[in-house]
């Protein structure tokens, strides 16, 4: 789908609307949907609907790779710490060979298969993480991925249930999220 290109009055609003968002984790954050990087602004609070996704359906997924979650939330793994996961508790990734300053993905096609992007359409629902940290990138076909301090964010296909981790440390590239978009494991 191709969108319309941001005028100038929308980037005025978009300005007025960061200038006046109030502080706050734990509120969905509402994404510009033309503004690639742009850090969300914040919105009323109300429930998981709000991201198109029914509470517990199965994600939404885009043929060249990528799904729609619930929600990104802070959560507590006994091995780990702090780390991301997504509305239905599965763990969420950063790979190495992508960038955070500027915000850059790497992975596409068979990658984006094996490790789905979190994509949005204009809204990101968070928990227990600063919104701040929380942003957004264009991919080549056209969906806006989440990130997280700038690190582009992914699920990886082989964690078979909420909670597993099988996708820490592979190939010594992809690394759990913490809720700052470092490394999960302290490294960075």
Request: net charge neutral; glycine share 10%.
């Amino acid at each position: 789908m191709r969108r319309p290109p941001v005028s100038l009055a929308a980037a005025v609003g978009l300005s007025a609307v960061l200038a006046l968002s109030a502080c706050g984790n734990d509120a969905p954050a509402q994404l510009p949907a033309s503004a690639p990087a742009a850090p969300p602004t914040s919105a009323a609070p109300s429930d998981q609907q709000q991201t198109g996704q029914q509470p517990g359906a199965a994600p939404e997924t885009n043929p060249n790779g990528g799904y729609w979650p619930a929600s990104i939330n802070a959560a507590e793994n006994k091995k780990l710490g702090t780390i991301v996961t997504d509305g239905d508790g599965f763990t969420l990734y950063r790979f190495d060979k992508d960038s955070n300053h500027p915000s850059r993905t790497t992975c596409f096609d068979a990658c984006a298969q094996k490790w789905p992007p979190v994509l949005t359409r204009n809204k990101i629902v968070f928990n227990g993480i600063d919104r701040n940290a929380l942003g957004t990138i264009q991919r080549s076909d056209g969906t806006y991925q989440v990130t997280l301090g700038g690190w582009p964010v992914y699920r990886f296909a082989d964690d078979a249930k909420p909670g597993d981790i099988s996708g820490e440390a592979v190939q010594g590239t992809w690394f759990t999220l913490a809720p700052s978009g470092k490394k999960a494991n302290g490294d960075d």
